[in-house]
T-cell receptor
Framework: QQQVKQSPQSLIVQKGGIPIINCAYE??????FPWYQQFPGKGPALLIA?????SEKKEGRFTISFNKSAKQFSLHIMDSQPGDSATYFC?????????FGTGTRLKVLA | DVKVTQSSRYLVKRTGEKVFLECVQD?????MFWYRQDPGLGLRLIYF???????EKGDIPEGYSVSREKKERFSLILESASTNQTSMYLC??????????????FGPGTRLLVL
């Protein structure tokens, strides 16, 4: 019940494409869902986060869609760029503890 | 900006050695965390500290211990390193207090190889 399932494991898109990364959870007590972006050789950094009282959140080219009834949330990257090539982690939390997904390695081709 | 620093970027140790990984944060955060990151497994919590000298086990504490003598510093200790502890180790911190919906700030990681 504590797992967060993330898919796909890897993704390759052309520049300008819209990669979508999906996550699913079981524990309905989770109340915070952040996405982290990690470049090679760096630690993860917060990209965008959502709370379950909203269905969508946009920050620049990044959008989280949240489906509370399905217990799923996803990250969309609009007009993707080669600089977006990174590993993306979803997470869910209830309090201090995060449960992370297994990560998605995204490559955006120029 | 929050800064979380880790003492080493790369470490090579022998099986059976005692290994210390150090982490320092400069934003007076209450909470500090140690994770290990492995391909296909994501980030898994080893230990968490919510105050000086206070700690809680995470999901995979076996073979590890921690020390937090000062608020800004959180150390991860491998008492007797084994090859299955070869991994990327990430330290993180968060503000604390409400213990809810907090951003965790990560250091750059230490890549440990145990031979």
């Amino acid at each position: 019940q504590q797992q967060v399932k993330q898919s796909p494991q890897s993704l390759i898109v052309q520049k300008g494409g819209i990669p979508i990364i999906n996550c699913a959870y079981e524990n309905t007590a989770f109340d915070y869902f952040p996405w982290y972006q990690q470049f090679p050789g760096k630690g993860p950094a917060l990209l965008i986060a959502i709370r379950p009282d909203v269905s969508e959140k946009k920050e620049g080219r990044f959008t989280i869609s949240f489906n509370k009834s399905a217990k799923q949330f996803s990250l969309h990257i609009m007009d993707s760029q080669p600089g977006d090539s990174a590993t993306y982690f979803c997470a869910a939390s209830n309090g201090y503890k995060y449960i992370f997904g297994t990560g998605t390695r995204l490559k955006v081709l120029a | 900006d929050v800064k979380v620093t880790q003492s080493s970027r790369y470490l090579v140790k022998r099986t059976g050695e005692k290994v210390f990984l150090e982490c320092v944060q400069d934003m007076d955060h209450e909470n500090m965390f140690w994770y290990r990151q492995d391909p296909g497994l994501g980030l898994r919590l080893i230990y968490f500290s919510y105050d000086v000298k206070m700690k809680e086990k995470g999901d995979i504490p076996e073979g590890y211990s921690v020390s937090r003598e000062k608020k800004e510093r959180f150390s991860l200790i491998l008492e007797s390193a084994s090859t299955n502890q070869t991994s990327m180790y990430l330290c993180a911190s968060s503000l604390g207090g409400t213990l809810s919906q907090e951003t965790q700030y990560f250091g750059p990681g230490t890549r440990l190889l145990v031979l």
